[in-house]
């Protein structure tokens, strides 16, 4: 069976070495035969995001050395069968869709899916348009250690999650890093949540969650010390916790997931549900910059 031809968009992430090792490095001891292989990559940068413009070079060499084509533009993948759009700088992501949408191919955004609920609803809408299959999540939704508890959802009376929250002064606030966090707390609560809350303080905040069924989402992010992820689900049962598992290659997990979207582009993160997180992120970003109020999601999702 011939191997899935992947495009890469945004050479901006240490996520583009990890992926370059799964799908193109056969001595890695995480690589995924048959998954596919990255065959051209467009280095993007965004000079908004210092995190982004300082890095694309290192990594462009390193998918260079990988096996992969450095093209000019977005346009010149349209041969590929996948993409992976990886660009760091998620407020990036919208103008960057619009051309990978009329492919029609499945396309993979990584984290975040975008910088707020509005350009996200643009992306579903544009995936909607040229109906091209789309998937977005934090490589920590499927990280070993923390994924996967043996918890039914339903049975599930206060999620929390936690882990570093840097807030960069070029980014936006819980968009960068909060993410991960609450991709973690929506794969184990799912959707229904009808207002956020945030508590701010120097080292850390709390995100504050209520769902419509009466249940509990925290995410709780440290700027000092800490840099591991966690969950701890409270049910009739009792509570059960885990700790992210570094020694895993959090790409390989996800990239076991994404494989089958890639070939298939069915996704195994429901759209909607991708898009609720937005909406959560959007909601407390609204707070924490509003001396803290309670912000309901309907505000703005209406």
Not at 77 to 82: G, N, P, Q
Not at 170 to 183: Q, T
Not at 265 to 273: F, I, N, Q, Y
Request: hydrophobic share 40%.
């Amino acid at each position: 069976m011939e191997q899935l031809k992947i495009g890469i968009i945004g050479l901006d992430t240490s996520h583009v070495a990890a992926f370059a090792k799964v799908f193109n490095w056969k001595d890695d001891p995480f690589h995924i035969p048959g998954a596919g292989t990255i065959r051209k990559a467009y280095p993007g940068g965004s000079r908004l995001f210092s995190e982004s413009w300082t890095r694309v070079e290192k990594f462009t060499d390193i998918l260079r050395e990988n096996g992969a084509e450095i093209v000019d533009s977005i346009a010149d993948m349209a041969d590929m069968d996948a993409y992976l759009l990886t660009s760091c700088d998620g407020r990036q992501h919208p103008e960057q869709f619009r051309i990978l949408a009329p492919f029609g191919k499945p396309v993979f955004i990584d984290k975040p899916f975008a910088c707020s609920y509005a350009d996200a609803l643009e992306i579903v809408r544009l995936a909607e348009q040229y109906g091209t299959p789309v998937m977005t999540a934090s490589s920590i939704r499927y990280a070993a250690g923390v994924s996967a508890l043996p918890v039914k959802p339903s049975e599930i009376a206060v999620a929390e999650t936690f882990g570093p929250l840097p807030l960069p002064p070029d980014y936006r606030d819980y968009f960068w890093y909060g993410i991960h966090s609450a991709e973690l707390l929506y794969s184990y609560l799912g959707t229904g949540c009808e207002s956020v809350r945030s508590v701010h303080s120097e080292d850390a905040d709390l995100l504050i969650g209520n769902w419509k069924d009466g249940r509990l989402g925290f995410v709780c992010g440290c700027r000092k010390g800490a840099s591991e992820f966690g969950v701890r689900l409270t049910s009739g049962a009792g509570h059960a916790v885990g700790i992210q598992d570094r020694s895993v290659s959090h790409i390989y997990t996800l990239t076991k997931h994404l494989t089958g979207f890639l070939k298939t582009g069915k996704s195994p993160v429901d759209l909607r549900e991708s898009l609720e997180i937005m909406a959560f992120l959007e909601a407390a970003s609204r707070s924490l910059n509003d001396a803290g109020r309670t912000v309901h999601l309907n505000e703005f999702t209406k």
